[in-house]
């Protein structure tokens, strides 16, 4: 009597990255009520720049009362509003992007299409770039989310592009080559490649050899590139973000066919830390991208009251600069807190200079390079040192051993409780390898007197 789609599980639930905050949500940690509990650290949240944000509302009270210049706008902002957005919203959007861009590029507010969080505006360009059947290609590892954001409802096919440790995991031209290749083995059409800029769950930017990489592959395939920089206010540290718009500037590609197939990926949930908002965007060259993707946004839409009080605080340039400063001070403190309270555990971190999260190499407590090792680790740390932290294998990593650890969603006091938590089970799982080697060595060693011993006798 029901739909397949609604009978079927595929919407991809059953992930460890899913697992993992099913269990937290069970037993969740509290440092007074549930001191035990699960620590959540798989929430890729921005909870440490709150207090500016409070602090604005306080000063703007008629912002926050749907007012301007003391009179009420609450009977224009109920009214019904159509699928383009407030025009100041997007004025002050496409201001905001090019402020966090260092203004190097401009956006064209005509240009631009609101969704409800960057998952709608995702999926959207899903349905306007391809076809059920077709194909994008992600470079692994990526955020697990997206197979359900991109897949489930377009029937688009995702073919990942591997990616390796020996290089930090950076994009390069045989690794495309072979990921098209393999798309075209599966008899998939390929209509583009997918990235996050700034990457999660790696937390980097991507280079600008990997984006001319991008470039100019996409140009000879005749592909899209749709560029998902939701993080892109969160780089904190050097190399520099550069978007991949900047990159096609550079190389002076506006006026040539790739500028229309490039389109990128938004939201307020990352740099400001609304996910709550549900304020996402889609920007694009294309005309027919723009018009179709506006159309569709009808099923997922922004209140016009959150458009009206963020296209107020967005608009102050002087708050804009001064958070975004700020919070990118924040981040960086607290992810080498993280990674500091790692080291002393003697757990490494790929190098990482945005996002709100670390790429952690855990390989060396693998009881085996497997990802069947990999999982039991993982529900080692679930449920017995109770932190929700995702593996590798639900990005699609290609290598076992990795965990994306998140640090901004945590407080001070309870992330120092989680790095507590991480060197006493690494100091105890060290003690039963080397009880567990010694033994081995022990038994080794009896076997080899015991030949000899035998030999002795003949």
């Not at 201001?95 to 969080?117: H, Y």
């Amino acid at each position: 009597m029901l739909s397949t789609k609604a009978s079927r599980d595929s919407h991809g639930q059953d992930s460890s990255y899913f697992v993992g905050w099913q269990e937290y949500e069970k037993n969740p940690y509290h440092d007074v009520r549930n001191p035990t509990g699960i620590i959540q650290m798989g929430l890729a949240e921005n909870q440490l720049s709150f207090d500016l944000i409070e602090s604005w509302i306080a000063r703007n009270p008629d912002a926050v009362g749907l007012k301007k210049n003391g009179a009420s706008m609450f009977k224009e902002l109920a009214l019904f509003q159509d699928y383009h957005g407030l025009p100041a919203f997007k004025n002050a959007l496409v201001k905001f992007m090019a402020e966090i861009r260092g203004n190097k590029v401009k956006f064209d507010p005509n240009k631009l299409v609101l969704t409800a969080g960057s998952t709608s505006a995702n999926e959207t360009l899903m349905f306007c770039l391809a076809e059920r059947g077709d194909a994008f290609l992600l470079p692994t590892p990526y955020y697990p989310g997206f197979d359900r954001d991109l897949k489930w409802r377009t029937g688009v096919e995702i073919v990942p592009i591997h990616c390796s440790s020996s290089n930090d995991f950076q994009i390069t031209m045989p690794e495309l080559e072979k990921s098209y290749q393999e798309a075209q083995r599966l008899g998939l059409k390929v209509k583009g490649v997918f990235i996050t800029n700034p990457s999660n769950p790696l937390g980097t930017t991507m280079t600008r050899d990997e984006l001319n990489h991008l470039i100019s592959f996409s140009m000879a395939k005749n592909i899209h590139i749709v560029s998902d920089e939701i993080y892109s206010g969160t780089a904190f540290d050097c190399p520099k973000f550069i978007s991949i718009i900047e990159a096609l500037m550079d190389r002076h590609l506006e006026n040539t066919d790739i500028w229309s197939r490039i389109h990128i990926v938004y939201s307020l949930s990352k740099d400001l830390g609304l996910p709550g908002f549900r304020v996402g965007m889609i920007y694009s060259n294309n005309e027919t991208v723009v018009s179709a993707a506006t159309k569709m946004s009808s099923f997922g839409l922004i209140s016009s009251q959150t458009q009206y009080l963020l296209s107020r605080m967005l608009s102050q340039s002087k708050f804009t600069s001064n958070y975004m400063e700020k919070n990118r001070k924040r981040l960086r403190k607290r992810k080498e807190m993280l990674v500091s309270g790692l080291q002393s555990a003697g757990i490494k971190c790929l190098k990482s200079n945005a996002g709100l999260f670390c790429w952690v190499d855990m390989r060396h407590l693998l009881s085996s390079q497997t990802f069947e090792a990999e999982e039991e680790l993982w529900k080692n740390i679930l449920y017995g040192v109770r932190l929700n932290i995702p593996p590798g294998s639900s990005c699609h990593c290609s290598e076992p051993g990795w965990f994306r650890i998140c640090f901004a969603n945590l407080s001070e006091g309870t992330l120092k409780a989680a790095m507590k938590r991480i060197k006493n089970f690494v100091d105890h799982n060290y003690q039963e390898m080397a009880c567990d080697q010694r033994s081995t060595f022990y038994k080794w060693l009896s076997k080899i007197l015991s030949n000899n011993h035998e030999s002795d006798r003949y």
